[in-house]
């Protein structure tokens, strides 16, 4: 009889340890994933912190480039400002050129134009004026 119940008993642990056999796979298996999602909702919360950085960096990086834009507007407003003023002075010193073009061809035309001396004979004198004594 002592062996029956013995048998009993030990059949009675045995089962009990099968039973926590099988519950502990899944309580480990709730440990990993509570765990995991701990940590899910804890990285989460610490990234809120990280957005405004970011945010901020993005508005700073923004803010530079429009002034490096401005900055590059202004540059080629003085450019083109300096190149108007060049095409007018070139504009200008080209008429004072077309003019004086104009006037040395009517000065070469009017001595052209200009009779050639006449030449006097060789053995001619040219008369001379009797002086007052």
């Known amino acids: ?4 119940a013995y048998s009993r008993q030990k059949q009675g ?4 340890v099968r039973a926590g056999r099988r519950l502990i796979i899944p309580l480990v298996t709730a440990l990993v994933l509570i765990g995991g999602g701990w940590m899910t909702v804890w990285a989460f919360s610490g990234s ?3 957005v405004p950085r970011t945010s901020d960096l993005l508005l700073e990086t923004t803010k ?13 407003q003085v450019v083109q400002d300096q190149l108007v003023a060049q ?3 070139t504009k200008k010193l080209s008429e004072q050129i077309a003019t004086l ?3 040395l061809d009517a000065l070469q035309q009017s001595v052209a134009n200009i ?9 001619a004198s040219p ?3 009797p002086s007052k004594r």
């Open 127 to 129: 008369k001379a004026l």
């Open 13 to 16: 642990v045995d089962a009990a």
């Open 64 to 76: 530079g480039l429009e002034v490096t834009q401005q900055q590059a507007v202004d540059q080629l």
């Open 115 to 123: 009779p050639a001396p006449s030449v006097a004979p060789a053995g």
């Open 87 to 89: 095409q007018t002075e």
């Open 1 to 4: 009889m002592v062996d029956a």
């Open 48 to 50: 809120k912190e990280v």
């Open 101 to 103: 073009t104009e006037k």
